[in-house]
Each structure stands twice: as C-alpha cells, then as structure tokens.
T-cell receptor, first 113, second 117 residues
Framework: GENVEQHPSTLSVQEGDSAVIKCTYS??????FPWYKQELGKRPQLIID?????GEKKDQRIAVTLNKTAKHFSLHITETQPEDSAVYFC????????????FGTGTRLTIIP | GAVVSQHPSRVICKSGTSVKIECRSL??????MFWYRQFPKQSLMLMAT?????????EQGVEKDKFLINHASLTLSTLTVTSAHPEDSSFYIC?????????????FGSGTQLSVL
C-alpha cells in the first residue's frame, strides 16, 4: 500500500518568514495530493491540493509543488502569520482523490510573533 | 463546501460499555465514508471504509468485531466501539467522499473524543 512520509515533525518560524513542509510517497499510482490544516481538537480542513498533471499550484500565500519523478511534494507558506500555527498533514491518493487517502505524520507549525 | 456532522463531540464512558458515533452528510449523499482514528500528536489512521448498503472494508489490524460500522443510508454512517477499554481512548473522525465536479474530494466531521475510564 501507499506510504507517506512527512518532514519536519515540528517547525517554528518567525512571523513574516516562509515555511516549507515536505512529503514523499511510495506508490507511483498516486496522483492526487491534498494538504490539510488541523487546529487542536478540530477537523482537518483542506487548504490546497494538486494533481499529478501539474507541477505547481498557488493560492495566495500557499503553494504546493510536486515532483513525480522523485515522488515528493512540498507545501510552501509565505509571509507567515500567527493564525497559520496549526498541524499540517499531507496526503496521497490514487484515481484523483476517488480512492482512500493515506496521510503523512503531520507537522506542527508554530509561528513566532 | 459540503457539511459533515459528527456526534457526539465528546464521550466519557466506563470500561466495558459500547459507544456509538454518528456521521451524517447534511447536504449531499455520501456513498462512501471513511473512519479515522487519531492519537494525540499523531496522524490520522484509516480504520475502515464504509460503503452504503454493503459491508465495511477494514484496514489491516483493525478488529471488525470491535469497531462495528453501519452505513445504512446515503447520509448516515455509524461507528460503534464495542466493549470499550482504556486503550480505545482516542479521537475518532469520519469523512465523506464527494464524487463528481468538485475539486474537493473529502469532507471531515468534527471528530469525537472518546475517553474510556
């Protein structure tokens, strides 16, 4: 089955700086890669996703890059703000998200004011 | 986005009792729902996939007789933790899959924090 690894497990960033979280996956059939933000005790919220037919996607301060050859994808948050503090999970799925998601281990991001 | 309602949000029960958690899709029909378990500071681990009108598919290592899943309608799936023990204490969260034109594929419930004394 699919295996998704995520690094780092914790990340502290000064407010205004950029944060980068990286994930690798094992199944070459995976073609859908969402990123979720989860605040303490809350449900995961989708913040951005990317399909394997593109290499990069951007939505305001958030961007995701995908390298299919190397089987890794990354989340980039620029101009970080205190409200960006949360746990971020990457995930992978095949059939463009119509199959089950396998989640990474999570990254606890702390933005230092 | 689509709304998934999960109840209860928090349960405290005695060891040996059974607990039922409900997951409802409020504004769409969910042919498939997923049940996850999340330990503190850890990732979401898929327990089972629930398909309406058929038996759930359990992930390796998940006891189907302990975690009973029922998906009797297109808007409701339930997870029953039978004879709960302290090691079953965890955050349980459901999600429902939306097919078709939307880019967003999976919507999560708000989760249930189960504490078994």
């Amino acid at each position: 089955g699919e295996n998704v690894e995520q690094h780092p497990s914790t990340l502290s960033v000064q407010e205004g700086d950029s944060a980068v979280i990286k994930c690798t996956y094992s199944d070459s059939a995976s073609n859908y890669f969402p990123w979720y933000k989860q605040e303490l005790g809350k449900r995961p919220q989708l913040i951005i996703d990317i399909r394997s037919n593109v290499g990069e996607k951007k939505d305001q301060r958030i961007a995701v890059t995908l390298n299919k050859t190397a089987k890794h994808f990354s989340l980039h948050i620029t101009e970080t703000q205190p409200e960006d503090s949360a746990v971020y999970f990457c995930a992978a799925s095949s059939n463009f998200g119509n199959e089950k998601l396998t989640f990474g281990t999570g990254t606890r991001l702390t933005i230092i004011p | 986005g689509a709304v998934v309602s999960q109840h209860p949000s928090r349960v405290i029960c005695k060891s040996g009792t059974s607990v039922k958690i409900e997951c409802r899709s409020l504004d769409f029909q969910a042919t498939t729902m997923f049940w996850y378990r999340q330990f503190p500071k850890q990732s979401l681990m898929l327990m089972a996939t629930s398909n309406e009108g058929s038996k759930a598919t359990y992930e390796q290592g998940v006891e189907k007789d302990k975690f009973l899943i029922n998906h009797a309608s297109l808007t409701l799936s339930t997870l029953t933790v039978t004879s709960a023990h302290p090691e079953d204490s965890s955050f349980y969260i459901c999600s429902a899959r939306v097919r078709g034109g939307t880019n967003e594929k999976l919507f999560f419930g708000s989760g249930t924090q189960l504490s078994v004394l």
